[in-house]
């Protein structure tokens, strides 16, 4: 059907009216001097200002165009009409060239230039149904500079500006190029600002080029003020006061209290924020000369305590304080506070690839500034039911989970030695501490009693890189109430025991993120995270052997220690038009090694391959470890529990495409899989070790393709994947490669994978 579409767009000729031609775009031809260089730059510069754009084409056919003609017709019908909205254009004829106009365009971008007294001419090229343009420049030999200086500007501006100037980029031979003078103008005008000068604009500056004393196409250049500057421009301005208002409302503001800390005046009437907290936030001092970055730090600082719904920082000008040398200002600081206490539920209804489904409720109590000092307090619970539809042994499973957790974030460091906040520039640390039990029953198998605990850290270094330091993470697990079935499985598989047994497990956690998706107008952006996960090394000064030749015990609990590092990396190429298409791509790679009190990694910290935001042609917790195949091990019985290992590789490629509307399309492929460093015996089939990572990983890598649709709204992301695998490492060398179309797997999930 699209083959026949777009042998019909060819056919686009016979709609064209009579007595036009169809524009199909110009050429620009320059003869330039021998002494300019950069042609090919300069040609690509003057090409993007050609007017008006061809109708696009795509291997020498227009279906934007022949959807259009069609759309003419008295029934051009749905179809018709749907291309035409998505790729549908209207014609452009050569009637519709202003040439001469376009020759202006180019004569004024070659002066910008320095190119003066170039000569620019046009001519159509016609055909019988087309036509384009040519445009030929003549381009001399350009302007160039042969000194830049300072003229007389009143004081202190021109002492500001003087030193401003000690490092501009102009020198001598520089060709005159209008774009780089505005950039000067820009650059100083924001250096200038960042010392004081409250009413500066970069347009109270203009360049003027003499080029009266030379004959051989040399200018000089002079920097002053346009006439009738404001006098409040050319002083810098210092902040007199700094008027705090913690509590701000935008329908009562009027204030009685008033507290003095600090060199700041805080207003409020009953006290909302201690002033001894928030002072550490706010930048701007008094007696300080304006500086708008100080004011950008501090409202960002500001916003990030989680107390406040509006900051806004305001300047009033004192008239009554200002001379000739210096203006004064004084620096209102409105918060204006979200509301105190919350209450949020969530019914969800949850569905996951292992085909158990059911509902879960959860709700959540907040309360921001708890204490007076901006600290957030979050109490949740959760309860949840789950059963599995499948037939044979599986039918009838279920579980219950129940869980509460507490988490209270401070914004500000707890720390039992003294950190200077000065060293923290851009944002203050959180300090977040959190307890959470849990408890989970499933039906025919096992109970679950968890409980975890964490102390650490957040903190932004810049727009792009967050830390997230815990020197305290602990968590307790306990496994009770197992069934005959279920314990039979642990029997059979000692790796699963012990990592069921080291129920106590005590580290810390250090992540690093670099996150250039912020940057959402940008072409190219790249994300990094890396993660290090260290338990167990602080407790084993204090573990005893309650055995000998047993593990070591701390409080009469067995603990974990191990180490384990992730990567995960990310490249985005966003292009086409408004940049709505991606290309995205991902790499990702793990490694857990376990040493000292364990001989494995535990259960939960291991890695498992295959789900939604893993391999999508393999159903969560089904794909490896290497090349084991549960169906061909005459040991298991179907219900397996350890598809994990302790490495995990994987890479993701998808292109991203709307369709219409919030509707968008993906078509992607993906590869991983998870192994063991050393050898489980329970993965051994026929005395072959399957899950051992070997340097043939790259033929065990389980491998899918499929295609996506998203529902987009406004950034929420509703995610079906449909997928199926083309090389499964389960199977025997030498059939892996098969793509089972007849085996797709869909995902659904909330949000991108990557």
């Known amino acids: 059907m699209f083959f026949g579409m777009y042998l ?21 031809e320059i003869t330039a001097d021998s002494t300019v260089k950069n042609v090919d730059k300069l040609k690509t510069q003057l090409e993007s200002v050609l007017r008006p754009e061809p109708n696009s084409g795509f291997l020498g056919m227009r279906p934007g165009l022949y959807y259009y003609y069609k759309t003419q017709k008295e029934k051009p019908g749905f179809l018709n009409r749907w291309l035409y909205k998505q790729i549908g254009e209207k014609p452009v004829y050569q009637s519709d060239v202003e040439n001469f106009e376009v020759e202006d365009i180019l004569r004024n971008r070659l002066e910008n230039n320095g190119f003066f007294y170039s000569v620019v001419t046009s001519a159509f090229e016609e055909q019988e149904t087309e036509a384009s343009v040519k445009y030929d420049l003549k381009i001399p030999t350009p302007y160039r500079m042969e000194k830049f200086q300072l003229d007389s500007m009143p004081s202190p501006i021109y002492e500001d500006v003087k030193q401003a100037i000690s490092s501009t980029n102009f020198n001598k031979n520089m ?9 000067e103008r820009q650059r100083i005008d924001s250096e200038l600002k960042n010392k004081g000068y409250y009413n500066l604009n970069s347009d109270f500056f203009i360049f003027e080029a003499d080029t009266n004393q030379y004959t051989n196409k040399r200018f000089d250049l002079f920097l002053k003020l346009k006439a009738e500057v404001p006098k409040k421009a050319t002083v810098p301005y210092q902040i007199k006061k700094v008027n705090v208002y913690p509590d701000h409302d935008l329908q009562d503001s009027t204030y009685v209290g008033k507290d003095r800390f600090n060199n700041k005046n805080y207003f409020q009437d009953s006290v909302f924020i201690k002033p001894k907290y928030l002072d550490k936030f706010i930048t701007i001092e ?121 988490e209270l974030i401070f914004p500000r460091v707890i720390s039992p030695f003294n950190i200077n906040d000065e060293f923290f520039e851009y944002s203050i640390p959180k300090t977040k501490t959190s307890l959470g039990v849990n408890y989970l029953s499933r039906s025919k198998l096992y109970t679950l009693l968890s409980g975890s605990g964490l102390f650490g850290y957040s903190w932004n270094a810049n727009r792009f890189i967050t830390y997230d330091f815990n020197p305290i993470s602990i968590s307790y697990t306990r496994l009770s109430s197992t069934t005959e079935a279920f314990q039979e499985i642990l029997d059979e598989n000692p790796f699963l ?78 292009f086409g038009k408004n940049k709505q298409q991606t290309l995205a791509t991902r790499v990702y790679a793990g490694y857990g090694l376990a040493y000292g009190n364990s001989d494995v990694v535990p259960y939960v910290k291991q890695y498992f391959s295959g789900g939604p935001y893993s391999v999508r042609a393999f159903r969560i917790r089904s794909l490896g470890p290497g090349t084991y195949n549960e169906n061909s091990d005459p040991n298991s019985d179907g219900t397996f529990f350890d598809q994990t290992g302790n490495i995990r590789l994987e890479a993701n490629i998808e292109y991203r495409f709307p369709i219409v509307s919030f509707f968008k399309g993906a078509v992607f492929a993906d590869a ?68 089972k179309l007849d085996e797709p797997v869909l995902n659904f999930a909330i949000g991108y994978s990557f």
């Not at 060709?175 to 950039?183: A, E, Q, S, T």
């Not at 009554?320 to 019914?347: M, V, W």
């Not at 994300?527 to 015990?553: C, F, H, M, R, W």
């Not at 005395?687 to 929420?716: H, P, Y």
């Open 497 to 574: 025991q012990r990592s069921f047994d080291q129920e106590f497990i005590s580290g810390m956690t250090f992540s690093f993120t670099y996150n250039g998706m912020v940057d959402a107008n940008k072409s190219s952006q790249f994300y990094l995270n890396t993660t290090l996960d260290v338990a167990g090394n602080s407790i084993s000064l204090l573990g005893k052997e309650a055995e000998p030749n047993e593990p070591k015990q701390f409080l009469g609990l067995e603990y974990a220690q191990y180490a384990k590092a992730d990567v995960d990396a990310r490249f985005h190429y966003n």
């Open 672 to 739: 991983g899989n998870v192994w063991n460093s050393k050898a489980n015996p329970a993965f051994e089939v026929d005395g072959v070790a399957t899950d051992k990572f070997t340097s043939n990983f790259i033929s065990e890598l389980g491998m899918g393709t499929g295609v996506g649709l998203r529902v987009d709204i406004q950034g929420f992301v509703i995610r079906f994947d449909l997928a199926a695998p083309f090389h499964d490492p389960s199977e025997p060398e030498g059939q892996r490669f098969d793509f």
């Open 175 to 183: 060709r005159f190029d209008l774009g780089n003078m505005k950039f």
């Open 8 to 28: 019909n767009s060819c056919s686009i000729k016979k709609y064209i009216p009579e007595g036009e031609r169809l524009y199909t775009g110009a050429t620009i």
């Open 286 to 406: 008094e007696n300080s000369y304006y500086n708008p970055q100080t004011s950008k730090n501090t409202a960002r600082r500001l916003s990030t305590i989680g107390a406040y719904k509006y900051v806004n920082i305001q300047y009033k000008e004192i008239d009554s304080l200002f001379t000739d040398s210096l203006g004064t200002l004084e620096a209102n600081i409105y918060l204006s506070p979200l509301t105190k206490r919350a209450i949020r539920a969530e019914l969800q209804a949850v569905t996951k690839s292992n085909n158990f489904a059911g509902p879960n409720l959860a709700l959540t109590y907040s309360n921001r500034n708890l204490f007076k000092g901006g600290e957030t307090l979050n109490i949740s619970t959760n309860i949840g039911y789950e059963t599995q539809f499948a037939s044979g042994s599986n039918a009838g499973l279920s579980s219950i989970e129940i869980g509460a957790k507490g």
